[in-house]
């Protein structure tokens, strides 16, 4: 529920590049396997999910 409310008031006020550094930063701790899939916040879920099948580090599902 916070992590929603953040990404939402993030993306607010600081726009749409500051939610692209957090899907990348994101993706880099599922590469370097901090987190997982399941821990990233379901609002920028499917953007870090895209993120790594673009960048070739998961199959497309």
Do not use: N
């Not at 993030?10 to 692209?20: A, P, Q, Y």
């Amino acid at each position: 529920m916070w992590s929603a409310v953040f990404i939402f008031l993030i993306r607010i006020f600081f726009g749409k590049e500051v939610s692209e550094m957090l899907v990348r930063l994101y993706a880099g701790e599922v590469i370097l396997e901090k987190i997982t899939i399941d821990d990233v916040p379901r609002g920028l879920r499917d953007r870090v999910s895209a993120y790594l099948v673009d960048m070739g580090y998961i199959d497309a599902q």
